[in-house]
């Protein structure tokens, strides 16, 4: 089936460093997307992306669908505390169900 | 926009219970809502996408008489856990499709159960 290989699987930064976390797969995929997700709450949505080569921006978070579409990339950048939690990946075959397959999840801890 | 909502945030029951969680749109219509569950420190695992007027799909593996969805309104969406045990205590979380710029996933903020 298709998979998700996200990485890192965690992180411990420091606060207002920058953050760069990644997904590849071998299966294309017409959407990408990020999420966020606190504990004992449910994912956010972050970024979607649409396009291969796409490069969005929402604040401090920057993320790019790959040319391939078979990879994206979230960057952070002057991380702060809040920025504490999980982020998952996401992609989407647009073939009538828009079903997700999820990456495993990156970690990631802001030391103050 | 785009608001799921979940209820209850969290629930205890008894083995051998049914336990009904209900998942809403809020300020839109979805045809298609997604449940989820997740373990402690993992990802989410889909359990079956439910269409709006239409029987739900499951994923492979997920007894379908054991989770009963009914989607009956374009903003309601629910999961029934029939005669719980306790390995199906987990994190349920529900999702809506909405049709901004694509197609996105917005997700409610889950259901802890826990069965005793």
């Known amino acids: 089936g298709q998979q998700l290989n996200q990485s890192p699987q965690s992180m411990f930064i420091q606060e207002g460093e920058d953050v760069s976390m990644n997904c590849t797969s071998s299966?294309?995929?017409?959407?990408w997307l990020w999420y966020k997700q606190d504990p004992g709450e449910g994912p956010v949505l972050l970024i979607a992306?649409?396009?291969?080569?796409e490069l969005t921006s929402n604040g401090r978070l920057t993320a790019q669908f790959g040319i391939t579409r078979k990879d994206s990339f979230l960057n952070i950048s002057a991380s702060i505390p809040s920025d504490v939690g999980i982020y998952f990946c996401?992609?989407?075959?647009?073939?009538?169900?828009?079903?997700?397959?999820f990456g495993k999840g990156t970690k990631l801890s802001v030391i103050p | 926009g785009a608001v799921v909502s979940q209820h209850p945030s969290w629930v205890i029951c008894k083995s051998g219970t049914s336990v009904k969680i209900e998942c809403r749109s809020l300020?839109?219509?979805?045809?298609?809502m997604f449940w989820y569950r997740q373990f402690p420190k993992q990802s989410l695992m889909l359990m079956a996408t439910?269409?709006?007027?239409?029987?739900?799909?499951?994923e492979q593996g997920v007894e379908k008489d054991k989770f009963l969805i009914n989607h009956a309104s374009l903003t309601l969406s629910t999961l029934t856990v029939t005669s719980a045990h306790p390995e199906d205590s987990s994190f349920y979380i529900c999702?809506?499709?909405?049709?901004?710029?694509?197609?996105?996933?917005?997700f409610g903020p889950g259901t802890r159960l826990t069965v005793t």
């Open positions: 299966s294309i995929f017409n959407t």
């Open positions: 996401a992609a989407q075959t647009q073939t009538g169900s828009y079903q997700l397959t």
């Open positions: 999702s809506a499709l909405v049709g901004f710029v694509s197609y996105e996933q917005y």
């Open positions: 992306l649409y396009k291969a080569g």
């Open positions: 300020d839109f219509q979805a045809t298609t």
């Open positions: 439910s269409n709006e007027g239409s029987k739900a799909t499951y």
